[in-house]
């Protein structure tokens, strides 16, 4: 293929890898948003790699591609200064065992085991079922600079600005093709009315004794990184993003029951971003916007840094089959 030129729109961890994935597809790129780094919703993210079950784009087989292309992806960067490595702990539960189970995981991590009643023992709640498994721990704090400095270091070009509409890239640049990365701005940017804003509420904490995810019911976890996360909370149409005490408190409550050792441990902040949910799955799909290629890659909800190299993978692939010159 002939070399192209692309623009991405969006900072996150999904449009930074979609950059990066065009440039190794000889693409030259220039990358468009309003927030990077720190300001992004990834960067609050725990970034473990472990999709829902419900989770989709496009198919179950395509689905069930994609996210393995995703932890090859990240599996290849453990090596590298790039906020990636191996982290293992349990997922328990009281409602129901295929709570603790995961098809998409299962036979691509390193182990995944049904849980010994020893090990559950370990912590409070009298658990009935659990399964311990071993998977990757992505860190934007981390990941997101390097990202960014690898994809300047290969010639890329990161302009700060906002994009209200399609039309307005052109004042960027002469594009073959467009990426839309832009999350939850994409129910503006597209007239997406399946984009539904999906708040969580999360705690940093510094406890560095903590050395294993802890999964429990009703959307209690522990996720150690730099700072632990313990979390969480979902609240659909929901656009806050300054802390709630309430959703605080009852976060607070469900994790020391989890893990009673948080009582010594000092909170750094409360974080809460908004989940760009899309009603239909995520949608990576190409158009033709008033004489513009472009191709969308956007509404992974809260699974953008597990899915996005799949994601983008897929995208970039939709690209080069759109500047096709035998395509029809």
């Given amino acids: 293929m002939r070399s192209w030129s692309a623009c991405v729109i969006g900072g996150g961890v999904v449009g930074l890898t979609t950059a990066l994935l065009a440039q190794e597809r000889g693409a030259k790129v220039t990358l468009v948003a309003d927030k990077f780094r720190k300001e992004t919703t990834s960067d609050g993210a725990a970034g473990i790699f472990r999709p829902a079950t419900s989770f989709n784009v496009i198919s179950p087989e395509i689905t069930k591609e994609l996210i393995t292309f995703s932890y090859r992806y990240y599996e290849k960067l453990l090596e590298e200064d790039a906020g990636v490595k191996f982290i293992s702990g349990y997922h328990l539960s009281n409602e129901s065992p295929s709570n603790t189970r995961n098809f998409l995981l299962e036979g691509l991590v390193p182990e995944y085991r049904e849980a010994t009643a020893e090990e559950m023992a ?183 840094v597990t899915a996005a190299p799949g994601t983008a993978f897929y995208a970039v692939k939709l690209a080069e089959d759109f500047l096709s010159p035998n395509k029809l």
């Avoid at 052109?170 to 708040?199: E, I, Q």
């Avoid at 509420?201 to 976890?221: N, R």
């Fill in 122 to 304: 370990q912590f409070p709640g009298g658990w009935k079922w659990g399964s311990f498994y071993t998977t990757l721990l992505i860190e934007n704090r981390f990941h997101l600079p390097w990202a960014e400095k690898k994809f300047v270091a290969q010639g890329g070009k990161i302009i700060r600005s906002t994009i209200n509409d399609f039309s307005e890239v052109k004042n960027f640049g002469d594009f073959d093709l467009v990426f839309n990365c832009t999350g939850y701005g994409a129910k503006k940017l597209c007239n997406d009315l399946s984009m539904v804003a999906l708040s969580g509420q999360i705690y940093k904490v510094e406890a560095p004794w903590c050395d294993k995810f802890l999964y429990g019911d009703e959307d209690t976890y522990l996720i150690p990184g730099y700072l632990l996360t313990v979390g969480g909370s979902r609240h659909f149409e929901s656009y806050r993003t300054k802390p709630c005490p309430h959703d605080g408190a009852a976060i607070w409550s469900r994790a020391r029951a989890l893990m009673p050792q948080l009582q010594t441990s000092q909170i750094r902040r409360q974080w809460v971003g908004v989940r760009p949910y899309r009603s239909g799955g995520v949608r990576v799909q190409a158009e033709v916007i008033n004489g513009m290629k472009v191709v969308h890659n956007y509404g992974h909800g809260g699974y953008g």
